[in-house]
């Protein structure tokens, strides 16, 4: 027996999501008296991984998240999970998550709690508590499979420190059948921005109130100073002003960063569906009876055209 | 072509959430159910097709006769036939294995399904079906193109986005993108009225469902507290804040 945590990386290198995902494998393998493996695919650095309680990790080296299909993530995912016997299988609940997850569910037979928030309050029956509609309320789900996957909703459960004890680091390669292969990747294109939305810790949003797409260079500026994830209101991404991938909201992106700064967002009900995981909402706005503020904890009622350069020199002035 | 596209019913998006029965249960007290806004994206989607070259639309939905309306506006929106499985829709696992069980004989040549739902997020049963039917699974879809043997498609993955090519049939779990939300359609009058001509078929479930997940409780997020205002001309005391109280910066 074991627990499996499948630890994703870009382009080779590890997120926090991916120590995240370790993190919470490692409590439920004390709880139960199991080993942690990690298993990755086509790290640069496996070893990086150590000191974070995987007694052992596995490298796929020759597949690469990136070039891979699910396909072919999810069948060597399974043959891992099988060799080693793994009870409680730990993902992160990105969108390569969330596709390979109910694929090897549905392969192994087993349970799937997927947005997970919380670490589990039982390990058998497994007991979790994950995120549902939209944020508005927590459903805790009781699996009555012995073999479960728990899908962690990325930036909701937090990290452990790093120590000082070795892994066993596995690198091996694997045969891939091309044959099998119903889907052909033709291309892969990164976003504009530096920081994935998914795993930025903080994130800067702004809506119809920036009036226009220039004017997009001080959320920029901003984030670049917090070293943050942009994002934008649905009016904003339907008129083409930001790429549609920086839409958060009902039918974007949810998010739960560390702190969530909405620039000229009035807050409808349907941007709070994508947001309102956030641990901290500064909003930013002149009307004062905006609707965001209800759901803020800080808030600014003032011209954004005034406001944020204020905040990008106070913010300049505390970083150095 | 032979479309079939996996309807959800949800509370609508204004829909106050709340829980009765000791939170065991969710209040479906003046709730307005409506169709799943991923699913209607993919629909809309289906819709496109049959207008731009021959197709039926099958929509199917698991659940009880409550569903009965968000299945007629499908059709008063332009699908074809409709179908319920009357099964109370207790879980993913649950709703998967009836749509699979339904699948296995019909040959279509794509299935459609919101990425999805808008209550339990669970997004799990458009993959389970694609596993258990062994179909190419695109999730996340955002484009698609049919070129004569093959599906081109566009996807949203982790910090970008994928096209790939897939072969018929194929299992798409599409969001907005794959129409724009302008392109959803309001059921016209005559849509309404041909809706009522055309065959909504309901069939009970007979393959044996395993009950493999539980809703054990509901619970609601903490409320957040009051929001301090800060005034434009003092940003510092917001910076301070962020530092020193939320521990953010």
Redesign the interface.
């Known amino acids: 027996m074991s627990v499996l945590a499948i630890i994703?990386n870009?382009e080779g290198e590890f997120k926090k999501t991916s120590f995240e995902t370790l993190h919470y494998g490692k409590k439920i393998s004390n709880e139960i008296g199991e080993e942690l493996i990690a298993l990755t695919f086509g790290a640069n650095n496996p070893e990086s991984l150590e000191g974070h309680g995987a007694s052992k990790i596995i490298n796929i080296s020759n597949i690469k998240f990136e070039t891979a299909t699910?396909?072919t993530l999810?069948k060597i995912s399974a043959e891992f999970i099988s060799k080693n016997e793994a009870s409680h299988i730990i993902m992160s609940n990105?969108?390569?998550g969330?596709?390979i997850?109910?694929?090897l569910?549905?392969?192994l037979n087993c349970?799937?709690?997927?947005?997970a928030i919380e670490h589990p309050t039982n390990n058998s029956p497994l007991?979790v508590?994950c995120?549902?509609?939209?944020?508005?309320?927590?459903?805790?789900?009781?699996?009555?499979?012995q073999q479960n996957i728990i899908s962690i909703l990325p930036n909701s459960i937090g990290l452990s420190e790093k120590n000082n004890e070795k892994s066993e680091v596995v690198n091996i390669d694997r045969e891939i059948n091309m044959l099998d292969e119903?889907?052909?990747?033709?291309?892969?294109?990164?976003?504009n921005?530096k920081i994935?939305?998914?795993?930025a810790?903080?994130v800067i949003s702004a809506g119809r109130g920036l009036k226009d797409p220039k004017n997009w260079s001080m959320v920029e500026e901003l984030a670049e100073i917090?070293n943050a994830g942009t994002a934008c209101s649905?009016p904003v991404s339907?008129m083409g002003w930001r790429p549609?991938?920086e839409?958060v909201g009902?039918?974007?992106l949810?998010i739960n960063p560390?702190?969530y700064i909405a620039i000229g967002i009035s807050g409808a009900?349907?941007h709070l569906?994508g947001v309102?995981g956030s641990?901290?909402?500064?909003?930013i706005n002149t009307d004062p009876e905006a609707p965001f503020?209800?759901?803020?904890?800080?808030?600014?009622?003032?011209?954004a055209f005034?406001?944020v350069p204020?905040?990008i020199t106070?913010?300049q002035n505390?970083k150095n | 072509m032979n479309i079939l596209v996996c309807i959800s019913s949800v509370p609508d998006t204004t829909s106050p959430i709340n829980f009765t029965n000791n939170n065991q249960s969710f209040d479906k007290n003046g709730i307005t159910f409506i169709i799943n806004p991923y699913d209607e994206f993919c629909l809309t989607k289906a819709i496109f097709i049959k207008e731009s070259q021959s197709a039926t639309i099958t929509v199917l939905n698991v659940g009880n006769n409550t569903n009965d309306s968000v299945l007629r506006k499908a059709l008063a929106i332009g699908a074809d036939n409709a179908v319920r499985i009357n099964q109370e829709s207790v879980n993913s696992e649950i709703v998967a294995e009836c749509i699979v069980e339904y699948c296995q004989d019909k040959n279509f040549d794509i299935i459609f399904c919101g990425r999805e739902s808008i209550d339990y997020n669970g997004g799990k049963v458009p993959g389970f079906i694609a596993e258990k039917l062994n179909l190419p699974f695109i999730n996340g879809c955002v484009g698609m193109n049919i070129k004569n043997e093959v599906i081109e498609l566009k996807r949203e993955i982790d910090n970008g986005h994928e096209v790939c090519e897939s072969s018929f049939p194929a299992l798409i779990a599409g969001q907005k993108g794959l129409v724009e939300e302008k392109d959803l359609r309001i059921p016209s009058m005559r849509g309404i009225m041909s809706a009522r001509t055309k065959s909504l078929e309901v069939i009970e479930p007979t393959a044996t469902l395993e009950n493999r997940i539980k809703i054990i409780h509901y619970d609601k997020p903490i409320q957040r507290s009051e929001c301090k205002m800060i005034n434009e001309d003092n940003v510092e005391e917001l910076v301070d804040l962020l530092n020193n109280e939320a521990k953010v910066i």
Not at chain 1, 131 to 145: D, L, V
Not at chain 1, 279 to 283: A, T
């Open positions: 994703e870009w699910n396909n999810s990105t969108i390569t969330k596709t997850a109910p694929l569910t549905s392969n349970g799937l709690l997927s947005n007991t508590k995120k549902g509609f939209s944020s508005k309320a927590h459903i805790t789900y009781e699996s009555q499979k119903k889907v052909k990747i033709l291309h892969r294109q990164k976003a921005e994935s939305l998914a795993d810790e903080i917090l649905k339907d549609h991938s839409h009902q039918t974007g949810a560390d702190l009900i349907q569906a309102n641990k901290n909402i500064v909003v503020f209800k759901a803020a904890n800080y808030g600014i009622v003032g011209d005034v406001v204020k905040l106070a913010l505390f």
